[in-house]
């Protein structure tokens, strides 16, 4: 019979990838962490499915999204597509399931999503979100409660250094139609305002032709209107319109309540900020870590999108990228240990030994049992290839020995408070 040839080339598609042990560890543990803060706060999770009819998901979500998304045919011949985002889902959901409930909302929800986007560095076509959706609530209390907790979202899953800057679409949007642009050449001028490109701001005014003096200076002013709370000032004189005006004020108070809350220190404000998603109606934010050229958390304010699919609802909330965050962790030093037992048990045919197991594990130690029959020494040796800091064998004489870095000595099965406090050593 002929040797059997095993081919270790099984690339993945683009765009995916496999998460193994310590990636997988510090991706559940962040999950479990952004679970227990978003609970503290309220809100109650959802669990969404991965893929809809293609028309549901592509409501509002902008050219952009809208061209990345996965399409493909159920057997009846019908357009599905995988989730592109989870808003767009938890809108539907509200709008048809949820629509009679108490309000406000706090919804929160944790998946995969799929984009077809270039993948690099923290950007796959299949990535981790989880986010928060507060529904009900127009205020500007509600804004500050949803960046509060992405701040303190941040905070929990252990990232050192990060910011938030919040913006408002209503501020350019009352610009645009101070400028009156047409279609095409609005396009243009938002491109070039997220990319802050003054140079080729001045060139878009001169194809416009006849633009107001306010309306030019307010629009090569934009670029410069980002900083500290600093910049509302700056930005009142360039007012236009009451759109304009109102979405400055909106700011103004966020800043105020985010003050309150003890998030202010990380927060940066933006007037120019400019989304790819059509249903923003107010104040956008998005989170950043040095180091990484794209955001680790998005979000807003989108009051017009809960009505596509029922009673219209006020909504604010965001979403945050798990890859990304882990990414950006490692890129400041925070590193995730190989996970590990904490015990490496020999003598599985001894039943003493097997109900000290059992006794372990129900008080919290994490017990692996040698199914290989090793001798004392390899039994060490594979705990220490593996991190596994403390060998427990069944000695004739002594009954259950610990072996560890420091020597052996008898275990007392009974002396529990010792055990656990191997974990620590």
Known sequence: MPAQVFSLDRP????????????????????????QTWTAWGYR????????????????VGAEIDAEMYRFFDRQGRTLALRPDMTIPTARVVGTRLYDQPLPLRIAYVGSVFRYEPPRAGRQHEFGQAGVELIGAAGRE????????????????????????????GFFRGLLNALALPEKLAGQVRRAVDRKAEAELAALLVEAGSVAPAARAALLGLPRLTGGVETFAAARPLCLNARMTNALNDMET?????????????????LAEVRDLDYYTGITFEGFAPGLGFNLVSGGRYDDLIGHFGPPQPAVGWALTLDRILLARELQGVIQAEPAADVLLGA?????CLRWAAAARARGLQVEVDPLGLAPDELWRSACARGISRVVIHDRDQGLVVRNAAGQRTV????????????NR
Do not use: K, M, N, Q
């Open 12 to 35: 993945l598609p683009e765009g995916v990838r496999d998460l193994l042990f310590a990636d997988a560890a510090a991706w559940r543990e962040l999950e479990s962490t952004l679970r």
């Open 45 to 60: 999770e959802i669990i969404l499915p991965a893929f809809e009819y293609a028309d549901t998901l592509a409501t509002d």
């Open 142 to 169: 509600a804004d500050a409660e949803s960046v509060a907790l992405a701040v303190a979202g941040l905070r929990a899953a252990g990232l050192p250094t990060f910011r938030i800057t919040v913006g408002h679409v």
């Open 254 to 270: 966020v800043a105020e309540l985010l003050d309150a809350y003890g998030v202010a220190d990380v927060v940066t404000y933006d």
């Open 348 to 352: 599985a045919t001894c039943p003493a």
């Open 412 to 423: 007392v099965a009974d002396d529990w408070e010792e055990v656990l406090r191997w974990r």
